[in-house]
């Protein structure tokens, strides 16, 4: 499975971009950046918002299977 680290580093190499180049135009701190890029976890906006200031979208569609947490419950 991708990780947003992984999304988000990818993007940011794509265009050629530093971290502080995607991080000024994400609005977003660098070392916030940097933390995410190694694995932080982060909320669904900010990951949206690196990929958006990359020139990226990020998708979600509906699958039919179930996540770990119904399974786990059942």
Known sequence: ???AATLVRAAR???GLT???LAERARVDQGGLSRL???REA???TVSRLL???N???YAAPTRRDDAATIAAE
């Open 1 to 3: 499975m991708t990780t």
């Open 13 to 15: 190499k794509s265009r």
């Open 19 to 21: 971290q502080q180049e």
């Open 37 to 39: 890029e190694r694995g």
């Open 43 to 45: 909320e669904f906006s």
């Open 52 to 54: 958006t200031a990359a």
């Open 56 to 58: 990226h979208r990020l």
